[in-house]
């Protein structure tokens, strides 16, 4: 049991962390160097965050049972962060005319962490290691970030005028799923942690007046 609370919570605070170190990166978009710190840094918790819950301390830790898919799964969605920021600008073009290229990169990194997304919330929700419903939280989290990226394209895809007037607010769309499977998963694991923290806490009954004393 102290396995599992340990996995939960530092897996919960390694979502945390990087869901505050994606709200930091959100305002220095504009200096290069502290943006390519920050998001190697948020790509390293979220993996390490990630890997920890997937895999857990023991296997009753382990949030998809270490069941195999779950874990192949798990890993893709931890580790494809990371590798399409490091890997990313030294295989795509750099010239500005290959914007097909980048548009197939675009698209790829959208649908390759979705697919594995949703093998490792559907896992996750069969496994039951976490208690119902808290089991559905990734799939509600996956929800919210697909909802925010089909958003913008259905406007652009149908008006590209709305879709620059919705500059502004994109930014604010990104952050908001990107907070939902950070901040907002980090805190259900922590939360959860501290709940099994609760229920196996040892009662001792205090001496009563009919308890006898030795």
Not at 44 to 60: F, H, P, Q, T
Not at 65 to 80: D, E, K, Y
Not at 111 to 123: C, D, E, F, H, K
Not at 176 to 185: A, D, K, N
Request: hydrophobic fraction near 55%; charge should be positive.
């Amino acid at each position: 049991m102290r396995k599992i609370r340990r996995s939960w919570l530092l897996g919960g605070i390694g979502l945390i962390s990087c869901g505050i170190v994606g709200i930091a990166r959100s305002s220095v978009l504009g200096a290069p160097g502290a943006d390519v710190v920050l998001a190697l840094l948020s790509d390293l918790l979220w993996a390490g965050a990630i890997l920890l819950l997937s895999i857990g301390l023991s296997r009753e830790a382990s949030v998809v049972a270490r069941r195999p898919l779950g874990l192949s799964a798990s890993a893709v969605v931890a580790l494809w962060p990371v590798t399409a920021t490091v890997l990313g600008p030294l295989v795509l073009p750099q010239e500005p005319t290959a914007t097909e290229a980048w548009q197939t990169w675009s698209y790829l990194s959208v649908l390759i962490p979705l697919i594995s997304g949703v093998i490792a919330a559907m896992q996750v929700a069969r496994a039951r290691t976490v208690p119902a419903p808290w089991n559905g939280a990734p799939l509600w989290a996956l929800g919210v970030q697909t909802i925010v990226w089909v958003v913008p394209q259905a406007v652009g895809a149908s008006s590209p005028r709305a879709l620059i007037e919705m500059a502004a607010v994109l930014p604010a769309l990104g952050l908001l799923g990107f907070l939902s499977t950070t901040l907002g998963l980090g805190i259900v694991a922590v939360t959860l942690a501290g709940h099994r923290r609760v229920n196996t806490v040892p009662v001792f009954e205090s001496a009563g007046p009919d308890t006898p004393v030795a």
